[in-house]
């Protein structure tokens, strides 16, 4: 699978030390290594536009199965990371390494900008 879902969810892998990558159910997918939490790719092959849905697995619980917009999941997630890694930095070097990674969703996603306004307040 190498459609928008599927891209998203490797985003997300590469978040460390947030997240990691994990093969399960014959597809490469996105670990939480907070709280075990398994990201997998949605097969939208069989629509007319890919969304970018992901599949999320809480704390790794098939029964407990919810699919989200990857594009907000990811958004969150970068968000985290930087906050992360901004600990014990100046702010501007906070907002370089948050620009980076969204950049890069961006790459991958499309505009943000409604993501970036919702989550603004």
Do not use: K
């Amino acid at each position: 699978m190498n459609g928008l879902s599927q891209r998203i969810v490797d985003y997300i892998a590469e978040l460390m030390p947030l997240y990691t990558f994990q093969f399960a159910d014959g597809h490469d997918c996105a670990l939480s290594l907070i709280d075990g939490t398994l990201y997998m790719p949605v097969d939208e092959s069989g629509g007319g536009r890919e969304e970018g849905w992901v599949a999320v697995l809480w704390q790794g619980d098939a029964q407990r199965r919810s699919e989200v917009p990857g594009p907000l999941l990811a958004y969150q997630a970068a968000l985290r990371c930087a906050e992360l890694h901004g600990i014990g930095r100046l702010p501007a070097e906070v907002a370089a390494h948050r620009h980076i990674l969204l950049s890069r969703l961006r790459d991958i996603c499309g505009d943000l900008l409604h993501m970036e306004m919702v989550t603004r307040y």
